[in-house]
């Protein structure tokens, strides 16, 4: 499932590319992946309009269209590519958005667990406010960390998953995360001291920044708006290789389940 990395690697590209360019036809290819409108109000708030900027927020990426954005959420699966009309479609097209200038903009999805919807301003503010704190923003000190992580008891590496609290960080980030910070995956998020809270902040963002240096993680799905893999799978420390020894101490790498997710992690190095 693409987490943050991912996500602003496709987004870097895109906002490199579409600016200025004007929306043309909309073919909703696949109902269930346009959330909000039925498929030709959601062509018809595309229709016409021409694309400001293109950032990220949370896992998901904001095509500014002036007034409206289409926010595009990969899911487990979903790719957004640019083509050239005339391209052969990829299998399990959904969504074409046709540009002016002969370009395309395509959504795919084998699972159909992605999303894209049009949010005006007032829609947008409340989607906003309700995801959590930016890890590569001003505001993801040690400091804020610390507090909001003394205030509950759930393992910090679920405590990192929920969007809620801090967006982007998924399953893979947050073990790294953790191997990087010396931090005990399973550690109740309020018994971290404010040192060890300040080693998670950065471990968080370090990972985050080497993996969007490399073009992010794929093991299976992921793929950039050129189609491209990651580089970062062959750089992870922990996640997916229980058993194999500790990259820093030797010992064998454990596996766990935490809410229903595996965990990666060296009992010797985290404590
Ligand atoms: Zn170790």
């Keep these: 499932m693409p987490e943050l990395p991912e996500v602003e690697t496709i987004v870097r590209d895109l906002a490199g590319l579409l600016p200025g360019a004007r929306i043309g036809r909309v073919d909703v290819l696949r109902p269930d992946l346009v959330d909000g409108d039925e498929p030709d109000a959601f062509a018809a708030r595309l229709k016409g309009r ?3 900027d293109v950032a990220r927020r949370a896992k998901n990426i904001v095509v500014g269209l002036g007034g409206e954005r289409l926010i595009v959420n990969l899911g487990m699966t979903g790719r957004l590519l640019m083509a050239k009309s005339g391209e052969e479609d990829p299998s399990h097209l959904g969504v074409r958005i046709s540009l002016a200038d002969g370009r395309e903009l395509r959504y795919h999805d084998v699972r159909r667990f992605g999303r894209l919807w049009v949010v005006g301003e007032e ?3 409340s989607f906003d406010g309700g995801l959590g704190v930016e890890p590569l923003s001003d505001d993801f000190t040690p400091e804020w960390l610390h507090a909001s992580a003394g205030r509950s008891r759930v393992p910090i590496k679920t405590w990192l998953m929920d969007q809620g609290r801090v967006v982007g960080v998924g399953n893979i980030y947050a073990s790294e995360a953790l191997f990087r910070a010396g931090v005990d995956p399973r550690r109740p998020a309020n018994t971290l001291s404010a040192t060890e809270a300040a080693r998670v902040a950065e471990g968080v963002r370090q990972v985050l920044t080497d993996a969007i240096e490399f073009r992010g993680t794929t093991f299976l799905d992921y793929r950039d708006a050129s189609g491209e ?3 970062f799978a ?3 420390k922990v996640y997916d290789r229980g058993g194999e020894p500790c ?7 454990e596996r766990l389940v935490q809410a229903g997710r595996s965990t990666f992690f060296c009992g010797s190095c985290q404590r």
């Design 123 to 125: 829609a947008w503010r």
């Design 50 to 52: 021409t694309v400001h």
């Design 234 to 236: 062959a750089r992870l």
């Design 229 to 231: 893999r990651g580089g």
């Design 247 to 253: 990259p820093a101490c030797g010992t064998p790498l």
